[in-house]
């Protein structure tokens, strides 16, 4: 299965993380297939940037966002906010 989740690359004591869609099996920092976008937590307020147009496309073609990434896409605006009943 193929997901969106974060892929770490920052600095010890400094995380920073790209978003990026690879397959489930593969390790955090291990093989990508797509960068989407990126995630600065240490930025107030956190800095995320993500290209809704691709995201968006692997989406729609099955790709699963993690339980990290869902929340990260939807305040950029690529998933619909969260409804609670």
């Known amino acids: 299965m193929v997901r969106i989740r974060l892929r770490r690359v920052g600095a010890k004591g400094r995380p920073y993380y790209r978003i990026v869609v690879a397959d489930q ?23 995320i940037k993500v290209d809704a147009e ?19 896409l939807r305040i950029a ?6 409804k609670s009943k």
């Open 25 to 47: 099996r593969a390790a955090r920092d291990g093989a990508i297939i797509e960068q989407l976008g990126t995630y600065d937590p240490m930025q107030q307020p956190p800095a």
């Open 77 to 82: 605006g690529v998933l619909p906010p969260f």
């Open 54 to 72: 691709k995201a968006t496309r692997w989406i729609k073609n099955g790709a699963q966002p993690s339980e990290g990434v869902t929340p990260l």
